[in-house]
């Protein structure tokens, strides 16, 4: 079954949809997101989220516990407590990569959907450059969606 996720930077909401046989979306959740605390971008560097279409291009920690602390994309053992001001990669990571021309190298750039130690900042934009997730939401849409399935990133 194909999923597609809808992030809208104004509302800081993403909205899963399951893509049915005629081409129809259905809603199925909707969750609260941070985006970039430093705008909207593609510039390497610049700590920006992307707008456009992109793809799954990875899932990376299936099965590990909610809070996991991830550093290069890889489980460390620790389990970090909610709200330290340092920005960690936490539970899951869903690795997107761009399809269209401006965004290519969003995969380069490192920009995941990911869970996040700053749940009280959710709602409001605070990443740097990712989108972030309440650790709870990001197990549910993880367990949801496949790699290859889209999502777009709109204002």
């Known amino acids: 079954m ?3 996720l809808k992030i809208s930077i104004e509302k800081q909401t993403l909205e899963l949809f399951e893509q049915t046989a005629d081409e129809l979306s259905i809603s199925l959740v909707r969750h609260p997101i941070s985006s970039s605390k430093f705008g909207l971008g593609t510039e390497p560097g610049s700590n920006k989220t992307p707008l456009g279409n992109f793809f799954i291009e990875e899932k990376i920690g299936d099965g590990e516990p909610e809070r996991m602390i991830f550093k290069s994309r890889k489980a460390t053992g ?3 407590s909610l709200g330290s001001e340092e920005d960690q990669i936490l539970t899951r990571i869903l ?4 399809l269209d021309s401006e965004n290519t190298n969003t995969h380069d750039r490192y920009i995941y959907i990911h869970g996040t130690n700053q749940e009280n900042l ?3 934009p605070a990443s740097h450059g990712c989108i972030r997730l309440r650790n709870a939401d990001m197990i549910a849409l993880f ?3 496949e790699v290859g399935d889209q999502v777009e990133i709109a204002l």
């Open 2 to 4: 194909k999923h597609k």
């Open 122 to 124: 959710i709602g409001t």
């Open 78 to 80: 620790e389990i970090a």
């Open 95 to 98: 690795w997107l990569d761009g």
């Open 143 to 145: 367990d949801a969606v």
